[in-house]
């Protein structure tokens, strides 16, 4: 691990202060940063330690519920604000890590986890994420654990968080503050695709801090599912996840959600395949068609194109269990 100076401000104007001096990475849980600065992979010259900062909220916010940056992910898992309005984010919070990792872990860090690409993670390669212009490794390389959606040339990593996958279905909204002052960016627009810049993970700012999510007053608490495919059930990322939410009336759909991760370089969601579920019958039929569209511009590199028929089946089977359940209120 490379020296940096270590900074701990006593509140947010500090912190982006703090940033602002270029060079530098905030911490908050710590579970990707330090890993990544042992590596080498990520070399601050700051570490702006944030664990002061009063963000560890969970409240109602409007006809909505805020949760702040600084809160553990095993907290937001287990409130009950969460688990009664938000049960889908409480299921893929849950789906991720293990118990003393969510312990640790903060939805901000969550929101900013870089991906476990094993090329990215590898100083000793090329990897245009984390040297830009210095090539992907993974194109001919080992690709089982990348992405089939949204890839460029420049890079096919995938978005590693579960958490992530939720809220893109339940669209979050996500609160900075930054040099410029306060602002709020819908979840869809906070991730990047990779294009020719896949080093740039969301829409952040130099010196920006997420403050907060911001979750909306639906939160599809009757039918949904959170499914993640994974090699081992205990602590393992996601080959392919599915997050499904539907409103429904008797047994049609009036209004469906549908986020992935594993495939793409962020969460991914497809607005006119739910729109191909809508007004429709909650049948396999639907759903079938709902994943072939979802998947229509798909493309495997090799050790990966198993991907494909396995998102699918996965979206057919979050969407049926989606429509079957019921929560206990």
């Given at each position: 691990?490379?020296?940096?100076?270590?900074?701990?401000?006593?509140?947010?104007?500090?912190?982006?202060?703090a940033?602002?001096?270029?060079?530098?990475?905030?911490?908050?849980?710590?579970?990707?940063?330090?890993?990544?600065?042992?590596?080498?992979?990520?070399?601050?010259?700051?570490?702006v330690?944030?664990?002061?900062?009063?963000?560890?909220?969970?409240?109602?916010?409007?006809?909505?519920?805020?949760?702040?940056?600084?809160?553990?992910?095993?907290?937001?898992?287990?409130?009950?604000?969460?688990?009664?309005?938000?049960?889908?984010?409480?299921?893929?919070?849950?789906?991720?890590a293990?118990?003393?990792?969510?312990?640790?872990?903060t939805?901000?860090?969550?929101?900013?986890?870089?991906?476990?690409?094993?090329?990215?993670?590898?100083?000793?390669v090329?990897?245009?994420?984390?040297?830009?212009?210095?090539?992907c490794?993974?194109?001919?390389?080992?690709?089982?654990?990348?992405?089939?959606?949204?890839?460029?040339?420049?890079?096919?990593?995938?978005?590693?968080?579960?958490?992530?996958?939720?809220?893109?279905?339940?669209?979050?909204?996500?609160?900075?503050?930054?040099?410029?002052?306060?602002r709020?960016?819908a979840?869809?627009?906070?991730?990047?695709?990779?294009?020719?810049?896949?080093h740039l993970?969301?829409?952040l700012?130099a010196?920006?801090?997420?403050?907060?999510?911001?979750?909306?007053?639906?939160?599809?608490?009757?039918h949904?599912?959170y499914?993640?495919?994974?090699?081992?059930?205990?602590?393992?990322?996601?080959?392919?996840s599915?997050?499904?939410?539907?409103?429904?009336?008797?047994?049609?759909?009036?209004?469906?959600?549908?986020?992935?991760?594993?495939?793409?370089?962020?969460?991914?969601?497809?607005?006119?395949?739910?729109?191909?579920?809508q007004?429709?019958?909650?049948?396999?039929?639907?759903?079938?068609?709902?994943?072939?569209h979802?998947?229509?511009?798909?493309?495997?590199?090799?050790?990966?194109?198993?991907?494909?028929?396995?998102?699918?089946?996965?979206?057919?089977?979050?969407?049926?269990?989606a429509?079957?359940?019921?929560?206990?209120r």
């Amino acid at each position: 691990m490379k020296p940096f100076t270590y900074v701990r401000p006593a509140d947010a104007r500090a912190a982006i202060a703090a940033a602002g001096e270029g060079g530098a990475s905030f911490l908050a849980g710590g579970t990707t940063l330090v890993d990544l600065m042992r590596l080498e992979v990520m070399t601050p010259s700051a570490v702006v330690d944030l664990s002061p900062l009063p963000l560890t909220q969970i409240e109602r916010a409007g006809d909505g519920v805020r949760i702040g940056a600084m809160a553990r992910n095993s907290a937001v898992a287990t409130h009950p604000l969460v688990v009664e309005r938000y049960p889908l984010l409480a299921q893929a919070l849950l789906a991720g890590a293990s118990q003393q990792v969510r312990n640790m872990a903060t939805v901000g860090g969550n929101l900013l986890q870089r991906t476990r690409c094993p090329y990215f993670r590898d100083v000793g390669v090329a990897c245009n994420k984390r040297a830009p212009g210095s090539g992907c490794s993974a194109l001919d390389g080992y690709t089982r654990s990348h992405a089939i959606l949204g890839t460029s040339e420049s890079c096919i990593a995938t978005h590693p968080s579960d958490m992530c996958v939720a809220l893109a279905a339940l669209e979050a909204s996500v609160r900075i503050a930054g040099p410029d002052g306060e602002r709020a960016i819908a979840f869809a627009d906070f991730h990047r695709l990779p294009g020719d810049t896949p080093h740039l993970d969301t829409t952040l700012g130099a010196g920006e801090l997420i403050t907060a999510v911001d979750l909306p007053a639906e939160g599809f608490a009757d039918h949904y599912a959170y499914l993640k495919v994974r090699d081992r059930t205990s602590y393992a990322f996601a080959l392919v996840s599915v997050a499904a939410a539907l409103r429904m009336t008797g047994e049609t759909i009036v209004e469906a959600r549908l986020a992935l991760g594993g495939v793409a370089h962020k969460p991914w969601r497809d607005p006119s395949a739910e729109a191909l579920l809508q007004d429709q019958p909650a049948t396999r039929e639907s759903f079938q068609r709902a994943a072939e569209h979802v998947l229509r511009d798909a493309q495997g590199f090799g050790h990966n194109t198993f991907k494909i028929e396995l998102a699918k089946r996965a979206i057919v089977r979050a969407l049926s269990d989606a429509a079957g359940r019921e929560a206990t209120r």
